[in-house]
């Protein structure tokens, strides 16, 4: 019986105090929607730092006939030096280093340049003995380049030590950058929230400032006075969590599946898995947002 009262006064004040009703909802819409947002960015940046780790190469290119690198002279490596290479790669030193490492010849650079960039005219005239040999090297710990960057940069026959990392590490450092921005930003919509949540709970409360007192007359306790108004503003709150859960899947379907798998076919993204994943903690912080609101607003107009 008294759950049943709780539920219609509930859904009384919804209807009376609309706007009010609205407003909650759109400002738990924005925070979850930043909260959410920063979250699946923080996700992709683990996604593709994974990814990008795990297919992180060093790059280790030969001398070229013609290579006005210092170490080269103008002169091609030799067999003797290639030999060295990959012997100093093979090696046991090398061993907790180096996963893996094949040769890539002349050959195969121009092929790769051309599948590359077909369009180019440089291209086009680019002939093989102008292509450097070079070892792509992956690593056990991509975080190690560097050791294996000093043990080759200076080896008779080496152009250039290349690391991959100095490609992708800005990459990652940037989505970073913007999951912090819009970290921030939930924390301030968060935080405003709390204070719009806590001032509309409080009108509410103080429009039904009469009902609360005959309620307090007849012996209700705390709990069945606030009781209504916690759960309207809890259903408000879920209204625009659910709006917000909505809007990601609606921006992941867009943006990610619709654009940026597109547009960026070497890496893999978020999908909906991650969204749903999200989905019930999106609606716990709403939920706590009311209650933190609640326990701020009411003390005051709705006690025995």
Do not use: H
Not at 63 to 80: L, T, V, Y
Not at 196 to 207: E, Q
Not at 246 to 259: C, E, H, M, S, Y
């Amino acid at each position: 019986m008294r759950t049943r009262l709780i539920l219609s006064q509930a859904f009384k004040g919804l209807a009376r105090d609309k706007g009010m009703a609205l407003a909650i909802a759109l400002v738990t819409f924005v925070s979850i929607l930043f909260v959410g947002g920063g979250s699946l960015l923080r996700m992709q940046v683990a996604k593709s730092q994974n990814q990008w780790f795990d297919e992180i190469e060093v790059s280790i290119f030969m001398c070229a006939k013609d290579d006005e690198n210092r170490s080269c002279e103008g002169k091609a490596a030799s067999d003797e030096q290639v030999a060295a290479v990959k012997e100093a790669l093979e090696s046991p030193q090398m061993k907790p280093y180096v996963k893996s490492f094949e040769l890539e010849t002349e050959a195969q650079a121009l092929e790769n340049l051309k599948r590359l960039y077909p369009d180019r005219a440089v291209v086009k005239l680019a002939t093989e003995d102008v292509m450097p040999k070079s070892f792509r090297v992956k690593l056990v710990d991509p975080n190690k380049y560097q050791v294996v960057s000093e043990e080759f940069q200076s080896r008779p026959g080496v152009a250039q030590v290349m690391d991959q990392q100095q490609v992708v590490k800005p990459l990652l450092n940037a989505l970073n950058r913007i999951a912090a921005l819009t970290w921030g930003l939930a924390a301030i919509m968060t935080v405003a929230a709390i204070l719009l949540i806590t001032t509309t709970i409080r009108l509410f409360a103080m429009s039904r400032e009469r009902e609360t007192a005959i309620m307090r007359l007849v012996g209700a306790s705390n709990l069945f006075i606030q009781a209504p108004f916690i759960l309207q503003s809890a259903i408000a709150a879920l209204v625009g969590a659910a709006a917000a859960i909505g809007a990601l899947f609606v921006g992941v379907k867009v943006i990610v599946q619709g654009w940026l798998t597109d547009s960026f076919p070497w890496t893999s993204f978020i999908g909906y898995k991650e969204v749903a994943i999200l989905s019930p903690v999106l609606v716990i912080v709403s939920l706590v947002l009311v209650a933190i609101a609640a326990g701020i607003s009411l003390a005051k107009y709705t006690k025995v």
